[in-house]
């Protein structure tokens, strides 16, 4: 079974759903703001924003190495028509592992 999900056809890097998750929700803050905060990104998902850093990197390698983010420091990030596009892209997924989640709690909580 594999860790991660593959990224293409030959290239070799993998992500984890973790990894979706805080790039999502990382460049969904970035969205809503018009300027996104990857500090507050981080401390809102209760990790270092070097973490969530390394986490947008292997990402956007992931997905051929295009930039999510226009300017990411401490402090600022806006979004690049890439970023849009897996904001958007990855909505499905993010959703859909909220759904098992949810589903699992519930078969927990009746059973």
Sequence with gaps: ?????PAAPGDRTRISYV???LVWHALQDASAA??????RAADEAGIDASLLSRAIDRVEAA???SAFLVTRDRR??????AGKIFLKSAQPLIDAWALVRESLDDAEAGG
């Design 19 to 21: 990894d979706l998750w």
């Design 1 to 5: 079974m594999s860790d991660g999900v």
């Design 34 to 39: 018009g300027k996104g905060v990857v500090r």
């Design 76 to 81: 600022t990030a806006s979004l690049t028509p």
């Design 63 to 65: 997905f051929g190495g």
